[in-house]
Structure formats: C-alpha cells, structure tokens
Nanobody, 115 residues
Framework: QVQLVESGGGLVQTGGSLRLSCAVS????????MGWYRQAPGKQRDLVAA???????NYADSVKGRFTISRDNAKNTVFLQMINLKPEDTAVYYC?????????WGQGTQVTVSS
C-alpha cells in the first residue's frame, strides 16, 4: 500500500491562489496515474486533475486554465497549483494513486474560498 499525505490547503479569498502538495511513500514513476479529487459537503467526490507517469494531464472542465497538476519524480511529490480560486472550489481535496490493483487515497486537505 502507498501512503499519501496532502498539505497546502487553507482559507483564501476569491481570486487567490494555493498550491497543494501530495507526498508519496513510493517511487511515483512506478505509479500509472496520480490524481487530485475534491468533495464538497453533500456532494460526490469528483476528479479535478490527473497526470500519468508520462506527464499526460487531464482536467475537469471547471478548473481548466486555473489549475495545474505537476509531479516531481525526484521528490515523489505531486502538486496542484490553483489560481483565480472561486467559492465553488471550496472542498476537501484528496490525492489519489493508481497502478494496477493499487488505489490509494490521502486523508484530504481542506480548501475554503471566501467570497
């Protein structure tokens, strides 16, 4: 099992920026897909952004142009840079790792955007 630890969440005003980090307890180059998901109260957990081991990225339409996912293989860390944040981005953000039967989740980090 892979351990994932998120950090970087917090309270920010509309239009502000945050950078989330996900520290991975394994060599992330061996992990096929790293992703960021979010879950707002009363809603399902949805994909925000994902990046493959080869650097191919995918984003939810609602964050395209504002969020950027990246990975630092040397540091076994995945990042989510978020700019121009909106109140609807408020949620708990979770890091996810998938590789074959592996499907690991972090504990989540709260992002709150005030209007």
């Amino acid at each position: 099992q892979v351990q994932l630890v998120e950090s970087g969440g917090g309270l920010v005003q509309t239009g502000g920026s945050l950078r989330l980090s996900c520290a991975v307890s394994a060599n992330i180059f061996t992990i096929n897909v790293m992703g960021w998901y979010r879950q707002a109260p009363g809603k399902q957990r949805d994909l925000v952004a994902a990046i493959t081991r080869f650097g191919i990225t995918n984003y939810a339409d609602s964050v395209k142009g504002r969020f950027t996912i990246s990975r630092d293989n040397a540091k076994n860390t995945v990042f989510l840079q978020m700019i121009n944040l909106k109140p609807e981005d408020t949620a708990v953000y979770y890091c996810n790792a998938r590789a074959g039967p592996l499907d690991s989740w972090g504990q989540g980090t709260q992002v709150t955007v005030s209007s």
